[in-house]
């Protein structure tokens, strides 16, 4: 309490010496009958209007050194609109207690000189249950005459010894200090509120949306939640967070970070992407639907990452039918140049929040993908053969499992994370041509190769930083599925090209490599993984291989280590999960 406010409250001990007599005095009161049953309903905002004048054209009214316990009538008590606490809460428990041993503590009231009502600083639910129980008349300690203001802070001060006040009733408050009794900042700053920044932070809880500040209010969120929600710009966005914030359980800190990061996106200048002139060897910046300058039966190994539709920015405001419509074309075109014999390559997931064809479904579901690209090659006499598990590693959510089980998540209402895609193998019918022996010895996979590999389930970590492209696979993804399924030397396909991931690897590989792409904003990207200069000449591949031949070298023990270190993020995602489920 400040210093000030300790001159202005009562005297512990004075209050002490009184009680005795008011509890002999409300213990009758609360155990009669009461005759008057209907209370008073005292027009607070009215009275206060009322003694607005009168309380603060005063100055300073003289200090009540020896405060009086007085009986008020309970007509005569008025509440101030500026008291912090907005409703009584549960008054249950104070109500059986005055039942039982009377009222222990009397109101806290002022009054200014020849006014008629007294201000009822301390004690509001208190007055609430009496005014329940019918009482007539109220005891109270009265204190000196106090500005609104001061009023204002005395009843939070007390509020606040008791914890009873939610961060919004505390901002409301701060904010009725500045607004309404002009404290300046620097004032607040002294009568012991904190800081100006803090002071300000606190009040701005107020312009978050309704639904985030019932949130704060029912304890759902921390007020520094709050203030982190308060950097986003809009209430939709604002709304989103806190609810995102309170399903994962998230800290107000992580929920900071978030939006920090958000923020710092939104605002950075989209780069502008300036394309380069000239061609790319091997690369078509057109729809793979047509792909008339490959001849019929030219191309070894088609290996590729269909868009999913899952609303990624090359697949934007098209319908699920849409999309499978575009993909039955193109996959018309792939079958058309396969060899026979030939295989494709599809690394393509489920979708997780599939709406409908037309994304309008109100429930979402898994639509699962793979059975209609099967049921479609079939029909070009391309059939399914292998599936290969790709384990990403841990999801782009890992940190979040452990959150993902709160005490709100019903039993039987586990989900479960993304955490692999499936890369279907299509063989198309026919007999596949066997090239030159030489490239026949040259493509045999090593027997540890063929061991692991055919393990089908492959733990290869996702890449995790997307420049240039948001949806790129990673080099050994590609790398195993090239060296597996083509000989040296042999055509390799990918007519979704996106960053050039699988060209850059065949090329590699000592692959002929060609790719579709339909956005030409991917070319600066493409450009450089199959390193060519603006002029369209080829400069770095070869230099690209050698070195990539030589960390394949030891390619055994950089795959065991990347599948260690899968397996051990893997682990550690668990351990947290059990570690949660039994700390809960
Ligand atoms: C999932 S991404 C492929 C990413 C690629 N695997 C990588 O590692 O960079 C799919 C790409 O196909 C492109 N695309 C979608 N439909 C296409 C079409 N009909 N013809 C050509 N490109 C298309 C998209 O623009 C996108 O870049």
């Known amino acids: 309490m400040s210093n000030e406010m300790k001159s202005l409250a009562p005297d512990a001990a004075q209050i002490a010496d009184t009680n005795t007599q008011i509890k002999e005095n409300t213990m009758t009161a609360a155990n009669s009958n009461p005759t008057v049953t209907e209370t008073q309903n005292v027009n607070n905002s009215i009275q206060e209007e009322a003694m607005t004048s009168a309380v603060n054209t005063q100055t300073a009214a003289a200090p009540n050194t020896n405060p009086q316990i007085i009986d008020v009538p309970m007509d005569k008590l ?3 609109v500026s008291h912090p606490r907005r409703n009584s809460g549960d008054l249950e428990t104070l109500e059986k207690s005055i039942r039982k041993n009377g009222l222990l503590e009397p109101l806290t009231v002022c009054k200014s000189d020849g006014d008629d009502f007294y201000m009822v600083i301390d004690g509001t639910r208190r007055l609430t249950a ?8 109220v005891p109270c300690i009265q204190v000196k005459s106090m500005l609104l203001g001061e009023i204002a802070h005395y009843a939070f001060e007390k509020n606040m010894e008791r914890r009873t006040l939610s961060p919004i009733e505390i901002a409301l408050h701060l904010r009725s200090m500045k607004e309404k009794y002009e ?15 803090k002071i300000s932070q606190q009040i701005r809880l107020l312009d978050l949306p309704a639904k985030v500040k019932d949130m704060i209010e029912n304890a759902e969120l921390t007020a520094a939640h709050g203030v982190a929600l308060g950097k986003l710009s809009n209430a939709t966005q604002q709304e989103k967070m806190a609810k995102r914030a309170f399903d994962f359980g998230w800290s107000a800190k992580r929920l900071e970070i978030t939006i920090d990061k958000l923020v710092k996106k939104s605002k950075a200048p989209k780069e502008k992407v300036s394309i380069p002139e000239g ?11 047509d792909m008339s300058e490959l001849p019929d039966k030219s191309v070894h190994l088609i290996v590729t990452s269909p868009p999913y539709c899952v609303g990624m920015e090359f697949e934007k405001g098209i319908s ?4 499978w419509e575009n993909m039955q074309e193109v996959m018309t075109e792939s079958a058309r140049v396969l060899v026979p014999g030939g295989i494709m390559a599809l690394n393509v997931g489920d ?3 599939y709406k409908g064809p037309d994304g309008k ?15 479609f090659l079939r029909r070009h006499q391309i059939y399914l053969s292998d599936i290969v598990l790709w384990v990403k590693g841990t999801n782009a959510h890992s940190k979040d499992v452990s959150k993902l089980i709160t005490d709100k998540t019903p039993h039987t209402g586990y989900r479960i994370l993304i955490s692999h895609d499936p890369v279907y193998i299509f063989r198309k019918a026919g007999e596949r041509e066997v090239p030159s022996e030489q490239a026949a010895t040259n493509s045999v996979l090593t027997k540890e190769e063929w061991t692991r590999w055919a393990s089908g389930i492959w733990a290869i970590d996702r890449v995790r930083k997307m420049e240039g492209h948001p949806a790129m696979y990673p080099d050994e993804l590609a790398y195993r599925l090239i060296k597996m399924f083509s000989y040296e030397g042999e055509t390799v396909l990918d007519p979704f090209l996106g960053s050039g991931t699988t060209m850059k690897v065949a090329r590699q590989l000592g692959r002929e490599a060609f790719g579709y792409e339909r956005e030409v904003q991917y070319k600066p990207v493409i450009m450089e993984k199959l390193g ?11 230099v690209g291989f050698a070195k990539e031949m030589m960390i394949r070298e030891d390619a055994e023990e950089l795959v065991t280590k990347a599948e260690a270190e899968a397996a051990e993020k893997m682990l550690a995602d668990e351990a947290d999960v059990a570690e949660t489920v039994t700390a809960e």
């Open 183 to 197: 404290y300046s900042l620097r004032d607040l700053d002294a009568l012991g509120y904190g800081s100006a920044t």
């Open 279 to 289: 061609k790319i060897p091997g690369v078509y910046f057109k729809d793979s639907k």
């Open 361 to 375: 479904a109100k429930q979402s579901q898994i639509q699962l993908v793979g059975h209609k690209y099967q049921g």
């Open 78 to 80: 008025s509440v101030p």
């Open 130 to 137: 009496l005014k329940d129980f019918g009482w007539k008349a």
């Open 532 to 542: 060519v200069g603006e002029d369209g000449v080829i400069t770095q591949s070869m």
């Open 351 to 353: 979708i997780h929040n």
């Open 320 to 323: 699920y039918a849409e999309h």
